[in-house]
């Protein structure tokens, strides 16, 4: 009878211990990752999750400097100063800091409650492949979107392949009689 106990503490354990969960950012856009690193730093896949406690896990982010950011998003923030309103937008922002622009869109969708600086802290976020948390992965993740090809990463076979748009272009219509046709 004490064996039936032993599994049910042990999957226990394992429900409400810290997990390491790799992701990979390459193609991935910005909106769609930053929502799913919000709900693992939370711990909301989990079945004991409360807004109470904190059972998030740990998450890391690689190859971030792949992202999918789009044209016309807008990051701000305000310093606290007179005339302290600071706005940017992502895509510039992206290329000057890759890893800062997740982060920042992580902390303007996490709740603004105490633990945000604690779940912060297990945000760890990388522009490129390498990243020294390698022993303590516990789980791959795939990301939330489709991965984005660039079009030369298509092959031209691939492209061939491709649905052509019909020319839709505005063309002068032809005159109905010769006399119409006097320009």
Request: charged share 30%.
């Amino acid at each position: 009878m004490s064996h039936r106990f032993a599994c049910k503490r042990s999957a226990q354990l394992l429900t409400t211990s810290r997990q390491w969960i790799l992701l990979d950012a390459n193609g991935q856009q910005l909106d769609g990752l930053a929502r799913v690193v919000c709900k693992l730093l939370e711990g909301r896949h989990k079945p004991i999750y409360s807004p109470v406690t904190d059972v998030g896990d740990h998450v890391v982010v690689i190859n971030t400097r792949k992202m999918v950011i789009p044209d016309k998003k807008v990051l701000w923030w305000y310093s606290g100063y007179a005339q302290g309103h600071r706005h940017v937008y992502s895509k510039d922002f992206h290329i000057f800091r890759p890893t800062e622009c997740l982060r920042l869109q992580v902390e303007f969708k996490l709740p603004q409650k105490r633990p945000l600086r604690e779940r912060l802290s297990r945000l760890h976020i990388f522009p490129g492949e390498n990243f020294p948390y390698a022993a303590n992965i516990s789980k791959v993740m795939e990301g939330p979107d489709n991965v984005y090809k660039a079009l030369d990463e298509y092959s031209t076979e691939e492209r061939d392949g491709f649905v052509r748009a019909p020319d839709c272009r505005i063309k002068k219509p032809a005159p109905l009689y010769v006399w119409d046709d006097l320009d």
